[in-house]
């Protein structure tokens, strides 16, 4: 009775969140390519966080793949959008019943100094 109560306990157990860095929800356009390619296609951001991105894209990702990313956080064409080189780290398996757009998550690899005090300049800014 005891051993049945315990697995009983351990069926409810609670999953801590793994992530090292906050993330905030957007709805932010992205222009990217992948890093062998110059084509570029568009998608958009879903979340973001000083680690990497949730984005819905036209084309299936597979995990590895490697994508160089620039986020458009402000509708003036003049401003310098923020970019990274990124890796596909996870996609969702849900999305490929509608093949429309598919997520999935980014690992940020490479990012400048600038481009990174930018994107925590707008982390600060949604956490307000």
Not at 38 to 64: C, D, H, T, Y
Not at 93 to 107: N, S, V
Request: glycine residues 6%; hydrophobic residues 35%; contains cysteine.
């Amino acid at each position: 009775m005891k051993e049945e109560k315990e697995s009983k306990l351990q069926v409810g157990a609670v999953h801590h969140e793994r992530r090292k860095h906050p993330r905030f929800a957007v709805d932010l356009p992205i222009e990217y390519s992948h890093v062998s390619s110059p084509f570029i296609q568009v998608g958009r951001a879903i979340n973001v966080s000083e680690g990497g991105l949730l984005v819905s894209l036209p084309e299936k990702m597979v995990i590895g793949r490697r994508l160089k990313v620039k986020l458009l956080t402000d509708p003036d064409p003049g401003s310098k959008p923020i970019e990274a080189v990124t890796e596909v780290v996870w996609v969702d398996a849900h999305t490929e019943r509608r093949q429309e757009h598919f997520r999935c998550g980014l690992k940020l690899v490479e990012t400048s100094p600038e481009d990174l005090r930018r994107l925590k300049h707008l982390l600060k800014d949604l956490s307000s």
